[in-house]
T-cell receptor, first 110, second 117 residues
Framework: KQEVTQIPAALSVPEGENLVLNCSFTDSAIYNLQWFRQDPGKGLTSLLLIQSSQREQTSGRLNASLDKSSGRSTLYIAASQPGDSATYLCAVGSQGNLIFGKGTKLSVKP | GAVVSQHPSWVICKSGTSVKIECRSLDFQATTMFWYRQFPKQSLMLMAT?????????EQGVEKDKFLINHASLTLSTLTVTSAHPEDSSFYIC?????????????FGPGTRLTVT
């Protein structure tokens, strides 16, 4: 059974710092891995989707990497801003199903 | 493209009543939709997979007679919480699946906040 773990559970950084969020999964037989952002009381915003054949994806200040063999993914946020404060969810996709981690709650202080 | 809507965005109901939540794919057809539930400070937990024209597949521990799912068309799935109780209060999120370049992707609705008093 696929399990997704995200570390740390919460993170507080000063504005401008570069930071890394970690995601690990137990079964490497995945189709893709996706990073989402969730603001309090809101739905999900898809940030980056990495197919199983890819190593990384980039969008603006965000870079996500995937190492399927070791069951790990990282989300790198450059030059963090207060507007980046949210919960970041990692989800692995397998045959159309998504298994979510519990998320990392990020707080960027001005 | 790939926009999913949910209605209502929030609802308050009394214990014992039923509540229906709609999930629509606005600009694409989805043979498969998913229903998730999220409790405070928890991650999304898959409740059921909704397939157009057939019965939904429920995850272990989810009561199919309590959470009725109907996927009557390629753009609409509904979740009815029957005889709701306060412990059913949660954030319900749906997603619709579409096949893209390399694999299937899920597109999420904005969620429905259910409060049972």
């Amino acid at each position: 059974k696929q399990e997704v773990t995200q570390i740390p559970a919460a993170l507080s950084v000063p504005e401008g710092e570069n930071l890394v969020l970690n995601c690990s999964f137990t079964d490497s037989a995945i189709y893709n891995l996706q990073w989402f952002r969730q603001d309090p009381g809101k739905g999900l915003t898809s940030l980056l989707l990495i197919q199983s054949s890819q190593r990384e994806q980039t969008s603006g200040r965000l870079n996500a990497s995937l190492d399927k063999s070791s069951g790990r993914s990282t989300l790198y946020i450059a030059a963090s801003q207060p507007g980046d404060s949210a919960t970041y969810l990692c989800a692995v996709g397998s045959q159309g199903n998504l298994i979510f981690g519990k998320g990392t709650k990020l707080s960027v202080k001005p | 493209g790939a926009v999913v809507s949910q209605h209502p965005s929030w609802v308050i109901c009394k214990s014992g009543t039923s509540v229906k939540i709609e999930c629509r794919s606005l600009d694409f057809q989805a043979t498969t939709m998913f229903w998730y539930r999220q409790f405070p400070k928890q991650s999304l937990m898959l409740m059921a997979t909704s397939n157009e024209g057939s019965k939904a597949t429920y995850e272990q521990g989810v009561e199919k007679d309590k959470f009725l799912i109907n996927h009557a068309s390629l753009t609409l799935s509904t979740l009815t919480v029957t005889s709701a109780h306060p412990e059913d209060s949660s954030f319900y999120i749906c997603s619709a699946m579409a096949y893209r370049t390399y694999s299937y992707e899920q597109y999420f609705g904005p969620g429905t906040r259910l409060t049972v008093t």
